[in-house]
């Protein structure tokens, strides 16, 4: 008699969870002390907020002229959507151009001393899209170490090649420039004042050496525009020689909110060739009133300006008598060097016992070792309210 052996069944092995890879991420964030999560504030006023039925005064906002609760925007926001309606209905190319939107980019490109102006619908989407669109595969881009992720995330899509320089070193940039072999294009990109640092790029020394160099120069002024420059529109703002300026409406224009400057046959380009701008529906009324009034505003907003300006220089005076490096701060934005992650944290929850609110930057925003507080201050900061925040600062002991 023949016996026969069954086989035994190998169990098929489970495939895997389909989102392992979000445990692992989250897994990851929870132990390197790195986990996010979002908790919700009721602003007051231009500088105070609400948070869990606390007054807390914000240091920590783009928010630099107040603009987002002037009475002048509020009312255009209004006026803008009483007229237009809640949604402009469509992308520019189908049936989402109002005279709205063409009226405030002929102003914008006059404001800012340049050929033409285009309408974005971020900062964010606008430095990813214009980037993709103007950049191939055979492309040299050049760029700033410390700038910000919407454009390297842009620079990474355009499968360009990139190089990142020192930060704001124009010695190292000229030598890849000078090395620079075959490529289809090469392109600058930095910013004119780091959201992280708050220092600034020399704008005429960068466009003499992508003049030299035959180099695309692209300038994101988020953290200028309102702030600085004629008219507070920017370090890039009447600089020829700059080919490409992103500006943005969501800080210092208390909107939200991007536009690009450039010349005309650039703006021709970009309606034809740009995805970001072709493919989306277009900024909602309510927010272009509120932009249009905000630019109306700013020849008015020297005097703001300027108490910024001293605010800043103040507080960094201050910061420097307690001992702490502000990262080569020459702006509204401060940063409180702390180096350590936990320690930077301690710090945040210290200030908020104390009725401040100040979000720590830690990596992999910034680089590892070099987790800070970011301070922003607006206009609307009494010096009093400064005072306080240094004292509290002052009374911190690990
Ligand atoms: C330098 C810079 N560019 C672009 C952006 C993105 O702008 P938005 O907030 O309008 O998307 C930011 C915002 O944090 C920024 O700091």
Redesign the pocket.
Known sequence: MVHHTVPSQAQPEAPPHKFAFVDRALADHQQSQRWRSLYSITPLDAVCVLKNDRKLVNFSS?DYLGLSKHPALIAAAQDYTARYGTGSTASRLVTGTYDIHQQLEEKLAIACGREASLLFN??????VSLLVSLLDSRSLVLCDRL?????IQGILASKARFIRYAHNDLNHLEKLLRQAGDYSRVMIVT?T????NGDRSNVPALVNLAGIHNAILYL????ALGVLGEDGMGLAAHQTGVDIV?G????AFGA???FVTCSTKLKDYLINCCGGFIYTTALPPSIIGAIAAALQLMPTLEPERQYLTQSAEYLRTQLHQLGYDTAGSTSQIVPLMVGDEGKTLRLCEWLEESGILAIAIRPPTVAAGTSRIRFALSSQHQREQIDYLVNAIGNWHE
Not at 122 to 127: K, L
């Open positions: 783009n971020s900062g964010f989407q606008a430095n700038i910000h992720n919407s454009l910013e004042v780091f959201s992280m994101d002024d988020a953290h992103v943005t409406f969501g800080k939200f909110g991007a």
